[in-house]
């Protein structure tokens, strides 16, 4: 792809991006098993269309800044942005810290050395997440029963609009991924929904140490900017190791109880008639809601009342054809 020809104060800021963002990336991803930028565009930018308007906050470019296909200066020059122009920041990249970015007609990579932060979009709060609509998110933690009942529960939803957020467990992954081959978390993604951490093996993270919780909180756990303690359990330490990470915390306001009442219709039931606009659901993949029957129900029963469910990701315009969701989740859920 050509380059555009910049600014002597653009071309100059291009040594500095390699000092600000690339050193992490010399020794991680930018090396035999890199990420090329047709990669990161399949993970990042394929579902990102022009008239996008979901973000995770807003910068104002501090200097001349360079434009890139990738998240490191390593990667080719796509357009360069004018000193004190705001951008709308779409991700951040976990290794490079690079933020995603849209310029004109194109979408690229920026140091974030460049950037200074001035509207945060915030996080709604713990019980809503990054839902800002009025519509209610389904959430399943722990771990499917069998491949089969994950595949017919996450391809029932992609199929009916219903747009799932799957907590599994570090353990729950190695599980499948020993016994099947396969990656729970991608194979979600892959069907819209979207993939958050729920620890490594679902330990009561404050019976640990921060060093024990960071433990937890790192592979073969979900790698992503938002978890769910297990059992909702936090404290003081907790919360610290949590923002260590990066990451968000996604609790819930409606309870099914599914674990516990053991009852199909009873956790049907208390999904459709306890949840209010905007609810987070709890229920868990091994019992009786993750089913095509309950989802179906569930949406149903929800619609009596006026109430719709998150979609499946289509985009930041959520409009078109189902696609991959981004493992980076956005603060604005497109619902």
């Not at 229920?283 to 009596?304: C, N, T, V």
Request: with cysteine; net charge positive.
């Amino acid at each position: 792809m050509a380059t555009t020809a910049l600014s002597s104060g653009a071309q100059a800021q291009s040594a500095a991006e390699v000092k600000s963002g690339t050193q992490a990336a010399a020794s991680s991803s930018m090396n035999a098993t890199a990420q090329t930028p047709s990669t990161l565009n399949t993970m990042f930018a394929a579902a990102l269309p022009a008239g996008a308007t979901t973000y995770l906050s807003l910068g104002t470019t501090s200097a001349n800044l360079n434009v890139r296909s990738g998240p490191s200066a390593y990667y080719s020059i796509l357009t360069s942005i004018p000193a004190g122009t705001t951008v709308n920041l779409y991700y951040k990249h976990p290794t490079t810290g690079w933020y995603h970015v849209k310029y004109g007609v194109h979408w690229g990579w920026v140091s974030a050395s460049y950037i200074q932060n001035i509207g945060a979009s915030p996080y709604v709060n713990k019980y809503a997440g990054p839902n800002r609509t009025p519509r209610v998110v389904l959430t399943f933690d722990d771990c499917p029963s069998t491949l089969t009942s994950f595949d017919n529960a996450t391809i029932y939803a992609r199929d009916n609009g219903i747009g799932l957020v799957l907590a599994p467990s570090g353990t729950c992954l190695s599980s499948f991924k020993s016994k099947y081959g396969i990656d729970l978390a991608s194979r979600a993604r892959a069907r819209g929904h979207y993939v958050i951490n729920h620890s490594v093996t679902h330990a009561e993270l404050t019976r640990l140490s921060t060093s024990g919780i960071l433990r937890e909180l790192s592979s073969p756990g979900v790698a992503t900017n938002i978890g769910r303690p297990p059992f909702g359990a936090v404290n003081t330490t907790v919360n610290s190791a949590y923002a260590l990470k990066g990451m968000y915390q996604w609790f819930w306001d409606v309870d099914t109880r599914d674990w516990e009442n053991k009852s199909k219709t009873a956790t049907i039931y208390n999904a459709v008639h306890m949840a209010r606009a905007g609810s987070t659901v709890l229920m868990h993949m091994q019992w009786y809601g993750f089913s095509p029957d309950s989802l179906r129900q569930i949406k149903a029963g929800l619609a009596e009342r006026g109430l719709g469910v998150c979609r499946p990701f289509r985009g930041y315009d959520n409009a078109g054809a189902v696609l991959t969701s981004p493992f980076y989740i956005p603060q604005s859920l497109p619902c």
